[in-house]
């Protein structure tokens, strides 16, 4: 039986997504998967809007933000990590696991970055390596002006390397990474990607690669560089995984069709619409800047968010997520993004607003 | 249009793997996902005969080596590889890249461990942390005595883990991982898993998680113990490729049918069927101490064996493995595991034999 997935990623897969994982997987050392790898490789630099060669890891978004800490830094270095929700954290507590004490900006839940904020902390701590921010931070459903917070970057410390998480931005929010001097930027499959997860990817510049050369700290499968080897060849240093591969092909030729702005823009769109109609359900938005990828949404005091979620998904087949850490049962969170269409969204605040009623009665 | 998989992972996917990822993906943070996962776990324990927790990552299999090597290890420990071929090579190489110095012992490739060879190292080295064998070793078709190697390891050095790599053997040739005391099993989703790339999994012992606890190497996305608090709530740290994960579970149920002794007996008798095959060819085997998951063939002095492959998966489409390293052109390795059928191997019998004759004339 099948239901409406309005969580943020995995996200629905298109028919003819599904379809190519049912057709006969291929080896990775032939010529017939080179040609889709580089397919794939070559449509994901026309999502990020990039020049700079991309390289594809088999693991989930987790592991390419790994990627960029380990690729990018030397034991002792510094960088700064400006956190805007749950997955800001995440870095610093990848840096940490490495040993090293990354500057932390931490902005109130709800709150995008603010450049301000951003150039004092830059001001203060000079010599930085690198700063991470978040495109969306699904958590709390903020998108982050990139393009003002590279400009800070830029301006205050033209020898850090801007690095991006837009595990859940890319494809869905604009995202112009050689316009906007963003250094490293990565992406999971399973979002506005629209291919199941698994698959990650960074676009790394010319800059962020001289610093992979003499970066110290240890890797090896997350290693930028023997990617980087194997990418003349049309091949993945280890056995990549093939069927995803052939899934987010497909999904890319799909963005292609429509064209990356008419993606955007169908995702504002949308976007708008479910802001809207939750504010005509009396409810507020959790983010005061939020994102085109999801909606967060205050619950009204005293309501069981975490019971609200299970009831949809039980009665319904809705699959709707709810808050994470400390807004846990305080929050619902609508995706909007990929291959989720206008039914389904109505369908989500259907069942959302149905529920509502009991507590207004 | 399709062809004939005999290359050593991807292996083909049986029927009703295929149908299983054509369907609809499952949130991973639902209790449909949890049973879905933990019965993947169950039946890994099932076929790696264990009672130890397995844990399960979304990475090739050489992200579950490095797994072992991080989650075991801090700086300046001791560890010795038993290297026989390519495979076995790989581990000095994530060891070296994380600042280790392993000792190792080297094998002529095509010939397994010997037994008494690693009694003597392990008496000149003693204060081993671990040491780490290949089941089978792809890249020369040969299969380890592993109740043998570990006998010994326990013996001479009661401290040092035993580490194994089978990734290509297991679901295929007899592992009995409790029974010969085998602390870590690490294995891949595409081989004789019969899933395509992307998962791997580690079954690790009480010791082996004692070791992890105090293991000082720096990790996070390839972090046991974020793993294993994960397990009481069925669920990973990070988003798993969910599609594949489906796709272990269907080829999991049908190795639970067919029985995993049944497995090993089925893919034993189809590798004598082979060997015996090549021999009446007049080509001898690569491997002294041959494996059953795939039979690696001496070409005729003078043959070209790139040009041999090329020829075949261009004219009959059918996808047979050369050499690698050293070997690159000299031999072919035919593999006869998992899903890979008696008449698959026929056919990639009858095109090897056909092209020999014209040398002979």
Known sequence: MNYILLTPGPTPLPPSVYKVMGEQILHH??????????FVLDEMRYVYRTKNDVVM????????MESAVVNLLSPGDKALVHQTGAFGERFTKIMKAYGLSPVVVDEVW??????????EALKKNPGLKLVT??????????????KALSAV?????????VVVDSISGLGAEELETDAWGIDVALTGSQKGLMAPPGLAFAAVSERAWKACETAALPRFYLDWRTMRRSLPKKETPYTPAVTLVA??????????????ENVWKR??????????????????LFAKDPA??????????????????????????????GGQLHLEGKIVRIAHMGWIKKADVDAGLKALSSRLQPTHA
Request: charged share 25%; glycine share 8%; no cysteine.
């Open 29 to 38: 050392r032939t010529a017939e998967f080179g040609v889709q790898f580089q």
């Open 57 to 64: 890891l088999t693991t989930s978004g987790t592991g390419a």
């Open 110 to 119: 709800g709150n995008a970055a603010d450049p301000e904020k951003l150039r």
């Open 133 to 146: 921010f978040q495109h969306t931070d699904t958590s709390t459903g903020v998108v982050n002006d990139l």
């Open 153 to 161: 970057v830029h301006e205050v410390q033209p020898d850090a390397l």
């Open 247 to 260: 899934a987010q092909a497909e999904a890319l030729r799909l963005i292609r069709e429509e064209g990356i």
């Open 267 to 284: 995702t504002a769109e949308l976007a708008a619409y479910t802001r809207a109609a939750v504010a005509k359900m009396g409810l507020t």
């Open 292 to 321: 085109d990828i999801l909606t967060a949404v205050n619950l009204p005091a005293g309501m069981d968010g975490k019971k609200l979620i299970k009831d949809i998904l039980r009665e319904e087949r809705i699959s709707i997520a």
